[in-house]
């Protein structure tokens, strides 16, 4: 599986953005795949995740209400909609796929793709 992530940018609080990770291969029923973010001097910490086959979707608590994670079947993507942006949702996200680790956990993820960078001034 190879993850390769796009839409980043520069926004001011309040805009939205719309981040893809393109997926190739073809991901297993039970895989997940995640976006995480790091903020300069801060560790990785998980925003969102999609099982691949059932499409639960899973949320950290400071994100939920405003991101939405969803698969784009017809462009084998998985897509992380950013609303209500604030200055500290600023990072680097990177989308990541695991076959079956904690969802929630950075270290359980197989395969990253590189980050693309969100700024949100204020």
């Known amino acids: 599986v190879q993850l390769q992530a796009s839409g980043g940018g520069l926004v001011q609080a309040g805009d939205s953005l719309k981040l893809s990770c393109a997926v190739s291969g073809r991901p297993a029923s039970s895989s997940v795949l995640g976006w995480f973010r790091q903020a300069p001097g801060k560790e990785r910490e998980f925003v969102a995740a999609i099982r691949w086959g059932s499409e639960n979707t899973y949320y950290t608590d400071s994100v939920k209400g405003r991101f939405t994670i969803f698969k784009d079947n017809a462009k084998n993507s998985v897509n992380l909609q950013l609303n209500s942006l604030k200055p500290e949702d600023t990072a680097v996200y990177y989308c990541?796929?695991?076959?079956?680790?904690?969802?929630?956990?950075?270290?359980?993820?197989?395969?990253w793709g590189r980050g693309t960078q969100v700024t949100v001034s204020s």
């Open positions: 990541a796929y695991t076959r079956n680790g904690s969802i929630r956990q950075a270290r359980g993820y197989d395969y």
